[in-house]
């Protein structure tokens, strides 16, 4: 009988041991990317988006430590922001600066900064009219995001940039206008939303219309990260 009871709390820990593994709770090899990330990171980019990737550099830098913009943004994504950086901004590309494996590695810990997967109620398709979205533009993101997008120190992110509107979707632009980013200056836009900004899903259409009209995109490369 004893022998019956100890066999079954040996298979019993090596179920559980076997699930913590599977679950990726002892994932060597993530975690090794993500150490390895986090020393690349202290290294080039917590100078200007702060320890704790939020933002609070001493030099200015995007909150990207952010639940709404991780839930919206995929590896690639947070890869291509790095890689290719934002010409005539602050944030150089580090394609040059770094090894593929840092890049990888850096990108790791910035996804391991994530702790919820939230959903957005989005348009199928995002589509309106660039003129009148200029004219939300200036009323509701001028202050903030500059003439015609050109960004501003510390307040708003430049939406014309060729870069952000190479690697950027129109959903993902609508996501952030309507639903913002916690714990920054970007509050949300969209109608019901606790924010200042009380705007219908077809206003933020329009001013996505509009941003990408503000001018053409120039060539750049277009390697993705591979899974």
Known sequence: MKKILI?????????????????????????KAI????KIYIKNCLVCHGETGKGEGSNAGTAINNQRFLSIVSDKDLYN????????????????????????????FMRNWQTKEL???????????????????????????????????KMGTALSNPQYLKYTTDK??????????????????????????????QDISDIISYIRSIKENKEVPNDYLKP
């Open 172 to 201: 993902q632009i609508w996501i952030t206008t309507a639903y913002g980013r916690e714990e920054t200056k970007m509050g949300p836009s969209l109608k019901g939303l606790e924010g200042v900004r009380q705007l219908k899903k």
């Open 119 to 153: 959903d957005f109620n989005v348009p199928k398709t995002v589509s309106g009219d660039p003129d009148r979205g200029l004219k939300q533009y200036n009323v509701y993101c001028l202050n903030c995001h500059g003439e015609a997008g050109a960004g501003k120190i």
């Open 35 to 38: 150490a390895s990330g986090e």
């Open 7 to 31: 066999g079954s709390y040996v298979l019993i820990i090596i179920g559980v041991i076997f699930g913590i593994g599977n679950s990726g709770i002892f994932d060597s090899k993530n975690s």
């Open 81 to 108: 922001y790095v890689k290719y950086g934002r010409e005539g901004t602050a944030m150089p590309a580090y394609g040059p600066r770094l090894s593929e494996k840092d890049l990888v590695n850096l990108t790791a």
